[in-house]
Structure formats: C-alpha cells, structure tokens
C-alpha cells in the first residue's frame, strides 16, 4: 500500500523559497520512482521533476532546471522538492505521485499514486 501525504507549501515572494515533503506512510519507496506535478488553476497537470529512489537518478521539467531540486531518503520513506528563485508562474497546486517502475515516466497517467497535494502561491 502506498499513502502519500505532501507538505511544506506556503506563500512567499518572488525569488524565495520553499521545500515540499512527500511522505509514504505505507510501503517503502525504495523501489518507486516518485514524481512531482503541479496544476494551475485552468492548466493540465504538469510534469515537474522525478526521481528514482533506488539510485538518485532525477529528471526535471525545463521549466525548472537550475532552480528545483528532487532528493530523497529513503530510511525515511520521503522524497523532497526544494525550490529556489520562485517565480509567479510557479503558483499552482503541487503534488507528489509514485510508480513502481525503472524507468522514470514524465506523463501524470503513467502514476498509480498520488497525494492530495499542496498550494503554492508566489506573489511579486
């Protein structure tokens, strides 16, 4: 069983930060890869960046690279987003979604398990 629960969201100000939690309080991670989107009010869901818990292997959306960075620890059963230099176009509803795969999906429908998700605001 895979229970994901999402935390550390907030408003802030443009070029500040935030570190989102991904907690599993089920099974461990170990053999999940686990994803981050998020979705604007009106958008589709977007992939964000990933990270494959059994090495560390991580992939990020363009739009974050430099700026987002995904880790884990895996005694813990978390997975962690830490975002740098905020931006307004970052304000969306973030969540987190593992898969039980080796290779690392960046489409939402490729994840079975999703959280409930977390707010970010940004604001200038």
């Known amino acids: 069983q895979v229970q994901l629960v999402e935390s550390g969201g907030g408003s802030v100000q443009a070029g500040e930060s935030l570190r989102l939690s991904c907690v599993n309080s089920g099974r461990t991670f170990s053999s999940y890869v686990v994803g981050w989107f998020r979705q604007a009010p009106g958008k589709e869901r977007e992939f964000v960046a990933a990270?494959?818990?059994?090495?560390?292997?991580?992939s990020y959306a363009d739009s974050v690279k430099g700026r987002f960075t995904v880790s884990r620890d895996n005694a813990k059963n978390t997975v962690y987003l830490q975002m740098n230099s905020l931006k307004l176009e970052d304000t969306a509803v973030y969540f987190c979604?593992?898969?039980?795969?080796?290779?690392?999906?960046?489409?939402?429908?490729?994840?079975?398990?999703w959280g409930p998700g977390t707010q970010v605001t940004v604001s200038s």
């Open positions: 979604a593992a898969q039980l795969t080796m290779t690392i999906p960046l489409k939402a429908y490729e994840y079975r398990h």
């Open positions: 990270i494959r818990c059994i090495d560390g292997e991580q």
